[in-house]
DNA sequence: CTGGATCCGCTATGATACTG
DNA sequence: CAGTATCATAGCGGATCCAG
């Protein structure tokens, strides 16, 4: 087992602790995760918008992304019972709580890895 | 092809622009390439104290993970000749750019992931 | 239109043994 | 100590077909 971002917690706490970096690390996870998360910030977005936006994406692989992101309840889902089905994707308050970072990253990249 | 960070310049300039925020998920994509940064933010560590800081990582993919972020210009690797070998990574001045981010998502989880 | 369900291949990850 | 080399594996990503 291994500690760092705890000091020196009694092992039984260390048990109970995960650590917060790592906990975010599995939440973005996963080729388009971010973007698409970036995609929702400024507004909410159907499927097939969603797709449009995304350069190469499947569909199959789109929705995965787009449920497991839903199951760590950054994005919400809405069915409208229409013909033809209409679904859109909007951030929850989690999934908007989390913006300034994806701004910062974008921000970061485009001072710092301009030129390469 | 797809848009979306872009507005709407000519397709020329398209081709030549890359989303940002892309670019900054193809540098920490991997699994412990974020968990390494923050180990590397607070102070250089050798390579044996990265292993041990780091749960159950190998030393293939510690190594691989390691030469990724080297090639992207994130952490420099100093080799001192001596017997034994003697190996310490620190972040370059990019990659302690980025920390900041590292912060942000830290304090994130704690505040809002902390119940999960 | 929005996806669910399958199948499949590749790449990243991981375990182990060996080396300077 | 700090890797390298090799092999095994899993899971993700992707294509395709099917359905409400």
Redesign the interface.
Known sequence: ?????FGDLPEEQIEATV???????DII?G?WK??IL??LSTQTRRFNELQ?????ISKGILTRQLRELEEDNMVHREVYKEVPPKVEYSLTP?GQ??I???Q??????????GA?
Do not use: D, H, Y
């Not at 650590?19 to 975010?24: A, G, I, K, S």
């Not at 449009?52 to 190469?56: A, D, I």
């Not at 910062?104 to 890895?113: A, C, D, H, V």
């Open positions: 087992m291994a500690r760092s971002w650590c917060p970096v790592t906990q975010t690390q996870a080729k971010i973007i970036w995609n449009r936006l995304l350069p190469n989690l709580s989390f300034p970072i994806l910062s990253m974008g921000e970061w990249s485009k001072k710092n890895l390469k």
